[in-house]
């Protein structure tokens, strides 16, 4: 049985929710860091996808 494909998107587009712990590694694959570092990203400049995206110095989704 696969995935869908649909499973594996955040449930947000624009923002990162944090403590959902599918967002946190679906956004940490994206932008090629760890959950950690993710967090720390998030806890500095706040959740929306561009901004952690720049902060990061990645492509925003």
């Excluded at 712990?21 to 932008?31: I, K, N, Q």
Aim: with cysteine.
């Amino acid at each position: 049985m696969s995935v869908s494909q649909d499973a594996l998107k955040p449930r947000f587009a624009q923002h990162i929710d944090i403590h959902c712990p599918d967002d946190r590694a679906y956004w940490a694959g994206h932008f090629g860091v760890s959950g950690d570092e993710l967090r720390s990203a998030v806890k500095l400049v706040g959740s929306r996808v561009a901004t952690v995206a720049a902060h990061l110095g990645r492509q925003a989704a």
